[in-house]
């Protein structure tokens, strides 16, 4: 019997190789930051600047929260071994959870494991065959899988298209409860969420509004609330999907924050809340040290977003064509598949770790190095990413 499958998934793996859809694990032999070193294939370490990761503020290396992840761990313990609802909830838990909906500006939150599984959970719990979820079609997987388990009507609204948005709520009329859900980020495109819009449909059609901000909480708008703050649409979102996996130290972990009556049901119904084990308490002391390093001051927003700037001025200049935004993910559009991947295989050469990104996961004809600038990244560091890539794009022909 596992002859037929292996041999099954020998002939579907070389295919992947074959489409270019491998996906190869580059190890890291360093700490995560802006500066790392990766392994060759020879086995030798190469200094590399780190331009491809989630940490926008620079913490997830930081001194500060290791210090404060081993001081929760060594009082708290390394594991609870249960479920938050059995004997899985220490103060601390509960701490996080008051200071993430003090940061949010909602009135409660709880904690998963990911926001892959508040994502997964979300919905199932709050909605039944008789509701319908309006989802835009670039959500996050996540998304995607949390809408497959859960019995709601699904309508695909085209992507960031509000008169689609709106006809599929006229669809979806007599529906017992409706819930838009979107990203407030889209990753692959640094796009921040039409909210306002989304807000408007929401309440002319008596629609609930989730938000996931997993790439933009901490960070986004004046107080880093995020892509509602950002958006100016404070108290008309329902629910927050997160993560502490991106900005927020970059360990694991999630929530769903929001209403208060929305919150206590997943507390009583959502299955990756009930049935996974509790968050352990290094990461919880961990995010909670970010999300006061967040709140304390504006310095490392100021800097992330001073870095974007100087990242697409350059890039700009030396004549790369980049999607347009004000978020610190910065598309370089190659648009061929294979410059994509030639540019950045170029630019490890020069130091610099990017990824590229091509069909299926952007669209065919579209293939692109996304940038993600860091607040820990130094303005000479940008500077030398800058300079690579104008170097690489003149030698494959990049530059038009
Ligand atoms: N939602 C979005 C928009 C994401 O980008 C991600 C991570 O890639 C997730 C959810 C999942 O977050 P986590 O890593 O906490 O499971």
């Excluded at 030639?342 to 996304?370: D, T």
Aim: hydrophobic residues 45%; aromatic residues 6%; neutral net charge.
């Amino acid at each position: 019997m596992y002859g037929a499958i292996r041999a099954d998934l020998a002939a579907r793996m070389e295919a992947l190789e074959k489409d270019g859809l491998f996906k190869g694990e580059r190890i890291i032999a360093s700490r995560q930051g802006s500066e790392i070193e990766v392994l060759a294939a020879d086995g030798s370490r190469r200094k590399a600047l780190n331009f491809c990761a989630n940490n926008y503020l620079g913490l997830a290396g930081s001194e500060e929260l290791v210090a404060a992840a081993s001081r929760a761990m060594d009082k708290w313990g390394y594991g609870l071994s249960s479920v938050r609802f059995i004997c899985g909830t220490q103060s601390p838990h509960v701490q996080l959870e008051e200071e993430l909906s003090r940061f949010l500006g909602v009135e409660e939150a709880i904690l998963f494991s990911s926001c892959f599984d508040a994502n997964a959970g979300v919905f199932e719990a709050l909605l039944d065959a008789e509701c319908a979820v309006l989802t835009d079609a670039l959500n996050h997987a996540s998304i995607i899988d949390g809408l497959r388990l859960c019995k709601a009507a699904r309508h695909i609204y085209a992507h960031s298209d509000m008169a689609d948005l709106e006809a599929k709520l006229k669809e979806s009329a007599g529906a017992k409860y409706r819930l838009i859900a979107t990203d407030g980020v889209f990753s692959m495109d640094g796009e921040i969420a039409d909210l306002r819009s989304v807000c408007d449909l929401a309440e002319k059609y008596d629609a609930l509004v989730l938000v996931d901000d997993s790439h933009a909480t901490g960070f986004l708008g004046a107080t880093g609330r995020g892509s509602i703050e950002h958006r100016g649409v404070d108290g008309r979102v329902d629910l927050i999907t997160t993560t502490f996996g991106k900005a927020l130290g970059g360990a694991s972990g999630g929530c769903v924050a929001g209403r208060k009556e929305l919150v206590r049901w997943l507390k009583q119904k959502a299955r990756p809340y009930l049935f996974s084990n509790t968050v352990p308490p290094a990461v919880v002391g961990g995010t909670l040290e970010a999300l006061r390093i967040a709140a304390r001051s504006t310095v490392l927003r100021d800097a992330l977003a001073a870095n974007a700037r100087r990242f697409r001025t350059g890039m700009e200049k030396a004549g790369f064509d980049l999607k347009p935004g004000e978020h610190p993910i910065v598309p370089v559009m190659l648009k061929d598949e294979k410059l994509a991947v030639a540019m950045a295989e170029a630019l490890l050469r020069k130091g610099i770790y990017v990824i590229a990104f091509s069909f299926p996961v952007v669209p065919r004809g579209a293939a692109r190095i996304r940038v993600q600038l860091s607040a820990s990244h130094s303005q000479e560091m940008i500077d030398r990413c800058v300079a690579a890539f104008a170097e690489a794009g003149r030698e494959l022909g990049a530059l038009g």
